[in-house]
């Protein structure tokens, strides 16, 4: 059993770069969320998915887009990299009314 | 202000000590308490989840809610080197948004 699978590990991009981060789910969870982690910052909400077809904006959605086609899979795209969005970036899952959040390893973004 | 506060330490202690962590928030419609843990390069971890006020107990580790303070603790008893990690709060008032302080980091010295 997989859990929560991110990919890439580590990614460099030069500003105004497009990119997307996978994320994909083995767990029939209906919620999956983004999350970024900045140090003294913690994490922060980006967008987040109740299920297949429906997503919503968190606290820091700017810059970032979401799609959820499938139960399984939610990726999170940048349109136009910036410095600012530096910073490492979890993928988590659980299921309908629980708050246990299942988070994948991270995704490490440098944007130069 | 932000929503949760959360020293960020860091807090060393040694092996056997007693550990507190601690956060305030200011959003008293939270309902959802939560810690997690997260070792260096890994992705958090549930370790305590509380519902409303209360406290709850987990091997060595306790939970307390205090809703009238908008003020959570960890307490870890008999710490062990590995329980260093970063000890992340949560909280939410749905099962949608969840917000997280910033984290403290404590090492156990043997």
């Known amino acids: 059993n997989a859990g929560v699978t991110q990919t890439p590990k580590f990614q460099v991009l030069k500003t105004g770069q497009s990119m997307t981060l996978q994320c994909a789910q083995d767990?029939?969870?209906?919620?999956m969320s983004w999350y970024r982690q900045d140090p003294g910052m913690g994490l922060r909400l980006i967008h987040y998915s109740v299920g297949a077809g429906i997503t919503d904006q968190g606290e820091v959605p700017n810059g970032y887009n979401v799609s959820r086609s499938t139960t399984e899979d939610f990726p999170l795209r940048l349109l136009s990299a910036a410095p600012s969005q530096t910073s490492v970036y979890f993928c988590?899952?659980?299921?309908?009314?629980?708050?246990?959040?299942?988070f994948g390893s991270g995704t490490q973004l440098s944007v130069l | 202000q932000k929503e949760v506060e959360q020293d960020p330490g860091p807090l060393s202690v040694p092996e056997g000590a007693i550990v507190s962590l601690n956060c305030t928030y200011s959003?008293?419609?939270?309902?959802?308490f939560m810690w997690y843990r997260q070792y260096s390069r890994k992705g958090p971890e549930l370790l305590m989840y509380t519902y409303s006020s209360g406290n709850k107990e987990d091997g060595r580790f306790t939970a307390q809610v205090d809703k009238s303070s908008k003020y959570i603790s960890l307490f870890i008893r008999d710490s062990q080197p590995s329980d260093s990690a970063t000890y992340l709060c949560?909280?939410?008032?749905?099962?949608?948004?969840?917000?997280f302080g910033a984290g403290t980091r404590l090492t156990v010295k043997p």
């Open positions: 767990m029939n969870h209906e919620y």
């Open positions: 988590a899952s659980t299921g309908a009314r629980s708050q246990k959040l299942f």
């Open positions: 949560a909280m939410s008032y749905n099962n949608n948004d969840m917000r």
């Open positions: 959003n008293s419609a939270f309902q959802y």
